[in-house]
Nanobody
């Protein structure tokens, strides 16, 4: 199983970046796909989630209206389009896959990517 993120980098405030997460080794279309982030000295934050089928896409209040999560099941890839970036968006962004099959009320299978750094600074 692999989740490989790309697209991070340094961007000025107000700029845009598009993160990608390419998945392999599991049935991508059957998994909820999410983006988390962790800023220096802070805990992890769920940024956005794309359900496997139907359901409601979730966004953290801090990114609503600026970020958009999307997925291409044929390409086995999930994206995070980030617009109007702010310095407080600086963090390592992680891709997370969770099976809809549960065990003890938690995803039976889940996987993390290695993370990609996003730095918003002038």
């Amino acid at each position: 199983v692999q989740l490989v993120e790309s697209g991070g980098g340094l961007v000025q405030p107000g700029g845009s970046l598009r993160l990608s997460c390419a998945a392999s080794g599991f049935t991508f279309s059957s998994y909820d796909m999410s983006w988390y982030r962790q800023a220096p000295g802070k805990g992890g934050e769920l940024v956005a989630r794309s359900p496997s089928a139907g359901g409601i896409t979730y966004y953290a209040d801090s990114v609503k209206g600026r970020f958009t999560i999307s997925r291409d099941n044929a390409k086995r890839t999930v994206y995070l389009q980030m617009n109007s970036l702010k310095p407080e968006d600086t963090a390592v962004y992680y891709c997370y896959a969770a099976s809809t099959e549960l065990l003890d009320s938690r995803p039976k299978y889940d996987y993390w990517g290695q993370g990609t750094q996003v730095t918003v600074s002038s």
